[in-house]
């Protein structure tokens, strides 16, 4: 054979310039990889589509209510008596828990003109999501909704007055049609 | 597997061919044949055999149940009640599965407090103790999303409280929970990826055991006496045929306890609400999870106040996940230098009065946190009513042995004894306004936050504590010793 010794000269700059290129083109890759198996898990687009429901008014008995699920999540729509209206704005906002008057609870129709008969409010309890009673079982102390989860008791404007939850119903978001005979409601 | 020599000797040629390829049988073999095992094992130590019945239990079954499960909202409740009713043997196959994941919570809890009382979690067995941990959060998780799958109504309830509860972590809460979700609530995007993940997860759990067992083996098994092995020919025996016969008996003993719920008894474990198909509109009076997640759920509870910038309903979160998380750093709190408490007489009662600490977690879990535990005194009727429709109630209060509670410019509250007084004074005052029914007594929810306490105090407080002030017994000189003192001397036995 032969008697020729190679010499190899290392580069220890251009070695580590690879290894931290290769390094990071890897975990570029790997996260860029993660992200649509970590987005799949997001609500689908039909999901997302199904977000928004218009319901009438116009059939909701004086003193009750209709129920509907938007993308799985109940809201109530009710129909408040004369004497459920007196009572919801007699109150005085600071004394509550989450101080919040009659009036800013509700959404103004085309015109500009406010409509208390009807109050649109979510329909999961805001301590721990059970969905409250209300008219025609059980109205809970303050005439509005009730909780049997953990005993929650809500007035006739949503609002939380007894109980654990620490928020009033959230009031989604909604409007009137243009002659105000229904409310479409999104999440 | 085994930080053992080997004692595995292939017989024929096949057997030496194999090995010299794939040496597998003297994995098993040193493992599960020769391994020598500390010979004073008792029945507490044949838990971990009876999980791993357990595991493969609900393999086969939840395999099996998944052949005719549908995991769609609209089909799932009622391909459940299809393989009740319609599904050759698919009734004794789901009351398998379903009592199955209690006798395995069962299970698991005895082999847990096992390794709590013989100190099995301190060195060297800290990574076999964590890998348990997590084996039994994985367990947790399985089962929670298990019991989704029936979507019954405590099914959808429960996962509704459930997950709400990630909604409590500040500002990212709300999103996190929509992405488990998959959608604004809970529907048929969670009970799809549910299912795939409870399919999932018992895998995971199966290699971890395969890492706890590697763990344990490293170190050896840890035994009664808490005292190492000094000498292998004196203190151990092989593993076959003396622990696979002592497992195996106590196995059956089990499986007979299990028979029993299977056959007389397979719904008393489970919620009847569960038998009605899952209702977004309509939450259950009561929801509360599955018996083995109870004491988690009391502690869950137990949090009603604001601790610091804390809201209370993420301090329940934290709680709850801080009752599990504590057990990871449990072989960091132990001071004591003596793992078994069979020398530990004053650690021996707190760790009694821990066993009732998770119990009565257990039982204030189960119960309404309003519900009275005490009773101080007998139900009154409280009304509640406005001076302007009743001048004259304070008059009629007095006048009825009524007893005013408190009394303002406009309002007046009167509790009652009797029923009739309440009807009597309604009539006088012209009101009809309802009565409501006031207990009077010590409630559940003091009794769940005084329990709370008392189960962080015992990890946080009382066990690093007792390792520095409490005097231990004398240790036997070797596991040998300990076996030949109790057969030899009748003191020793008493003193057992």
């Known amino acids: 054979m032969t008697d020729e010794t190679y010499t190899e000269t290392v580069d220890e700059d251009r070695r580590d310039f690879i290894h931290i290129a290769a390094g990071a083109a890897v975990a570029g890759g790997a996260g860029a990889l993660a992200w649509p198996f970590i987005a799949q898990m997001l609500p689908a687009l039909d999901t997302r589509a199904a977000s928004s429901l218009e319901v009438p008014i116009t059939d909701i008995p004086e003193g009750g209510e209709i129920r509907v699920l938007i993308g799985g999540k109940p809201f109530f729509i009710r129909h408040r008596t004369a004497a459920e209206i007196a009572a919801a704005e007699s109150v005085e906002a600071g004394d509550l828990p989450d101080p919040q008057t009659d009036e800013e609870r509700l959404v103004a129709r085309a015109d500009g003109t406010l409509n208390p008969a009807i109050l649109v409010v979510s329909g999961s309890c805001t301590h721990l999501g059970c969905v409250p009673v209300g008219p025609g079982s059980n109205t809970g102390e303050f005439g509005g909704w009730y909780c049997p989860c953990h005993g929650s008791h809500y007035d006739t404007s949503g609002r939380i007055r007894k109980g654990p939850a620490p928020t009033n119903l959230p009031v989604p978001t909604y409007e009137y049609n243009a002659d105000g005979s229904a409310v479409t409601i999104s999440l | 597997m085994s930080g053992h020599e080997s004692t595995y000797k292939p017989g024929t040629g ?31 130590w044949t838990f971990g055999a009876i999980l791993a019945v357990c595991l493969v239990t609900q393999i086969i079954t939840g395999i099996v149940l998944a052949m005719h499960y549908v995991p769609h909202v609209d089909m799932a409740f009622a391909s459940v009640e299809r393989i009740m009713r319609d599904v050759e043997y698919g009734w004794l196959i789901r009351y398998i599965h379903a009592n199955g994941a209690s006798m395995f919570f069962l299970a698991v809890y005895i082999h847990m407090f096992r390794g709590l009382y013989y100190g099995s979690y301190k060195a060297p067995r800290e990574i076999s ?115 696979t016969v002592k497992d195996g008996f106590a196995i059956i003993v089990f499986l007979m306890i299990f028979a029993g719920f299977v056959f007389y008894a397979p719904n008393v474990l489970g919620h009847a609400d569960n038998y009605i198909e899952g209702n977004p509109l309509k939450t259950p009076a009561h929801i509360v999870p599955e018996w083995y997640l109870l004491p988690f759920y009391a502690i869950l509870r137990a949090i009603t106040f604001d601790i610091g910038p804390i809201p209370a309903k993420l301090g329940g979160v934290i709680a709850m996940f801080g009752a599990i998380a504590v057990l990871f750093v449990l072989p960091w709190l132990d001071t004591s230098k003596v793992r078994s408490l069979r020398y530990r007489p004053l650690a021996r009662q707190f760790f009694l009065g821990f066993v009732a600490v998770c119990l009565l977690l257990g039982v204030a879990g189960a119960s309404n946190p309003d519900d009275i535990v ?48 309440a009807v009597e004074f309604a009539e006088a005052s012209g009101t009809t306004a309802e009565a409501t029914v006031k207990h009077h007594g010590l409630t559940w929810l003091p009794v769940a936050q005084l329990l709370t306490f008392l189960y962080f105090a015992y990890f946080l407080i009382i066990i690093p504590l007792l390792g520095l002030i409490e005097r231990p017994k004398d240790e036997p000189e070797s596991i040998a010793d300990s076996i030949h003192k109790s057969n030899g001397s009748a003191d020793a036995v008493a003193a057992e």
């Open chain 2, 14 to 44: 096949i057997e030496k061919w194999i090995d010299a390829r794939l040496p597998i049988v003297r994995l098993v073999h040193d493992s599960f044949v020769g391994f020598p095992v500390a010979k004073n094992l008792n029945y507490w």
């Open chain 2, 129 to 243: 103790w964590i890998l348990g941990v997590i084996i039994y959060l994985l367990m947790m998780g399985t089962a929670f999303m298990g019991y989704v799958l029936p979507w019954g109504q405590m099914s959808l309830h429960g996962a509704s409280v459930i997950t709400n509860l990630i909604g409590a972590i500040p500002l990212v809460g709300e999103q996190i929970k929509i992405w488990l979700q998959g959608a604004p609530s809970i529907g048929n995007a969670t009970l799809n990826r549910f299912f795939s993940l409870h399919y999932l997860l018992p895998f995971m759990i199966a290699g971890v055991v395969i890492l706890h067992i590697w763990a344990f083996h490293t170190t050896g098994n840890n035994n009664p006496t808490g005292v190492d092995v000094k000498d292998e020919k004196k203190d151990t025996v092989p593993f076959h045929p003396y622990y």
């Open chain 2, 374 to 421: 005490i009773k101080t005194g007998e139900d009154t009727l409280r009304y509640e009513v406005s001076l302007e429709e009743a001048p004259e109630a304070l008059a009629v209060a007095e006048a009825h042995h009524g007893k005013i509670v408190s009394s303002n410019s406009e309002r007046v509250i009167v509790d009652f004894a009797h029923y009739e007084d």
